[in-house]
């Protein structure tokens, strides 16, 4: 049976990620180191929930939507191997980003992919307001990705906090940067990876 490849999106398949580029830029700048993954510690659950930052962060950004896709669009990388990847097969890309802001970089470059994302519910100048869907994790307490995977066996391809939970849950896991760190800390087997044509060679080898 072939296993369904699932990718987290900011720092995964792009390079930098894009809500922090996005909230350092239009937001409040201090919010992104307070909960960076330089800060977070690689082993421990943060000290309020991953929904908490992600609604608080984009909370301080008031630019529209448009202003800030168009900023995007501008300096968006993504990790080589990624496109050449997402041609041979169907990937679903599993963010705790809003889909606003990942589905213009995904026509940008051309790509069609599952996309399982929060929701912009408002980009008025109060500040961004977000949608979080979901079930409440009974392994984590949040509403994280692991209740978004799909059915069946999966290979988990991430690089942070957001990540933990589902890496967890997958049948094999690509990780790096503080994805990596934390399942060393608790000695959970991954494969590191620094891009996709990586990737892509590991998975024409069995486990
Ligand atoms: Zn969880």
């Known amino acids: 049976m072939t296993m ?15 809500m922090d580029l996005i909230v350092r830029e239009f937001g409040d700048a201090e919010l992104v180191d307070r909960f960076s993954d330089s800060f977070v510690d690689d082993s421990q659950p943060l000290p309020v929930t991953l929904q908490h930052v992600i609604e608080s962060e984009l909370a301080t950004v008031a630019t529209p939507l448009e202003e800030v896709v168009a900023w995007l669009l501008e300096r968006v990388e993504l990790r080589p191997g990624f496109v050449e990847l997402a041609r041979r097969e169907r990937l679903l890309l599993l963010s705790s980003n809003v889909r606003q802001l990942i589905e213009p970089v995904l026509d940008h470059f051309g790509i069609e992919a599952d996309l399982v994302a929060n929701d912009l519910v408002s980009d008025g100048r109060s500040g961004w307001r977000i949608e979080i869907g979901g079930e409440l994790c009974p392994a984590c307490g949040e509403r994280c990705k692991r209740q978004k995977l799909p059915p069946g066996e999966v290979v988990y391809v991430g690089n942070g906090y957001s990540d933990r939970c589902s890496a967890l849950a997958s049948a094999r896991v690509f990780a790096r940067c503080g994805l990596a760190r934390y399942l060393d800390a608790i000695g959970a087997p991954y494969e590191p990876f620094g891009d996709f044509h990586q990737i892509a060679a590991a998975l024409e080898r069995p486990l």
């Open 4 to 18: 369904r490849l699932v990718l987290d999106w900011d720092g995964t398949v792009t390079v930098a990620d894009t």
